[in-house]
């Protein structure tokens, strides 16, 4: 009861005191002359977001940062000591492993079938419904995707009638049932399939919008010149549509990198398929090696620092045009 | 996680194409596309179906011998589930973690934005580029810091609502800033100019003009907001963490996955009480969710 009562003072509150808060400081500044007023008051409106920013993503940035540095407790330091742990714990390297099958493989698989759908659906009249069919997923958590996966891949033991799809398929061509997931062979697959499932819809989405914009008197010209359906897609299709992929990928990369909530869910990392983000938890966690963690931390920002520049680049780029 | 994408000309409701688009479509396209909307769709199907059915069924045959008759399904599952389990308290627990969650960033972010879009101030485009950098910083670099800041020698708000709306406020915030600020730049100029000249200030500029004129983006991202907050587990794992009373849906389910292991007819019902509001609001508002990913960025 004192929950729902403190959620209504929120809900209500935050967006009052704020509103309150600017009428407040425009008050003050009709004490300043016009000139002064214009200076001050675009910092008085970013105040909130900016202390937001900082308290909960530069700050602690740095401190994990600094962190990285010092021992299990971040009491003394340890100089690289948890980065030589890093690199060197065959634990935390399988996990860099597996990182980088879930970078190619998922990247691969989200924009190439994301391509493949948008370019199809183009071409139907069910356009809407098909992209809604294969949106679905990224309306859900990532905890029911697990559930329903596990679903998908039930094993019983050969001899047994088997309750997953796959293994029904499987033993029904006379082959012996397989445990996906709780495999070191084949689990990271089966996990990274669970992903694509998930994330097809966002790279579909994206390219389907990008393939809007060109234009379809071009395709057509092309058409009647003799380009035939391929040489259409390959010489005009994709290298316009370049940039869109290009935005699309760096998504999913960054998204790989970060996996986490479907290992937690599904393995919690074992059976090989243990990947950076869910390493980190766990030491944070279950080890309580807190330099350990922030190092982990540290690898896993390094890595992704470079498709934040080309992120920041491509910004920029996109407001010269404005 | 975000990427910046290229502004999006045309909506994607219009221009569904004249009759040349479709003349390439053959049997093939439609073959391959019908087996891969089957394929996004039968693991649900699957899902659903096995939450109907008796533990012994579930346990002893493929959810696809059950819809044929005769039916035997039951919903005892969601009884279990929603009572004995708990499932009940955490739903109300989601709501009350997910609304205020989605409501004080678009709150703090909006005033932000305006500034970024129509105020000038020394170190603007530095600062916003600092935004567009932080979009994609992931959560694991801030944990540490952050569970110290909420702990006992700190804030001491631990497993707390309080702490996950405020975390959640944070991580929010810079796809918040970034999706209004792109949506307010792009509000036409001569608006604010003649609202200038009439002798409105900033703040009536904002709450009168501004604000309204962006309702369209603000529902975009309320939706997104709404939908990542509900379907978050790092966040509530991390700062509720072992707070039972606290816990949400996706938290509960994931230790349910733990717990009940081979129960198939009870974790499918799980898994669907926590799927149930997020496709009731993706279905309602999927045009604004599919605008919020096209209108500028992304985030998941």
Redesign the interface.
Known sequence: MD??I??AV??VG??AV??GY??LT?QILKVFPERRR??V???L??L???A??F???????I??FI?SFKDRR?GDFVGLANYQYVFGSPDVLGAIKNNILWLVLFTGLTVG?GLA?AI??????Y?ST?K??????L??????A???????Y?FQPAGQ?????LN?IITTFGADPISFVRNATTGTFALIIVGV?I??G?AM??L???L??IS?ELL?AARVDGAN?WHVFRHIILPLLM??IA??A??MV??A??A??IV???TNGAFDTEVL?NR??QE?FSFSQ?GR??A???V??LA?AP??IA??R???E??AL? | MSAVTPPVTQPIAQRRGGLGRFRRSSWTTHLVLVALMLLWLVPTVGLLVNSFRERADANSSGWWTAILPPYEFTLSNYEAVLGQSGLADAFVNSLFITIPATIIPIAVASFAAYAFAWMDFPFKNALFVLVVGLLVVPLQLTLIPILRLFGPNGLDIGGSFLAVWLAHTGYGLPFALYLLRNYMGGLPKEVFESASIDGASQATAFFRLALPMSVPAIASLAIFQFLFTWNDLLVSLIYIGTNIENQPLTLKVANLVNSLGGNVHLLTAAAFVTMALPLVVFFALQRYFVRGITGGAVKG
């Open positions: 929950d729902l403190l959620a929120v809900v935050i967006p704020l509103v600017i009428l425009e214009a200076r008051r675009p910092w409106w970013l909130p977001a900016l937001f920013l308290v909960f993503l530069v700050y602690p940035a401190g994990t962190d971040s079938f759908i199809l659906v183009d071409r139907v009249r356009e098909a809604s069919v294969i949106f679905i997923p309306a859900i958590s990532f905890v029911a697990g559930v329903i996966w596990q679903t998908v039930a009638p088997q309750t997953g799809p029904a499932w994330w097809t966002f989405v994206i389907s919008a990008g809007k914009g379809a057509e359906e940039p869109t935005v699309v760096t998504t960054i998204t990198l970060k986490f909530d937690y869910v599904m983000a980190m938890y944070l807190f963690a922030a982990i931390a540290v896993l920002m992704i498709l934040m992120n920041v491509r910004f920029r996109q407001e404005r």
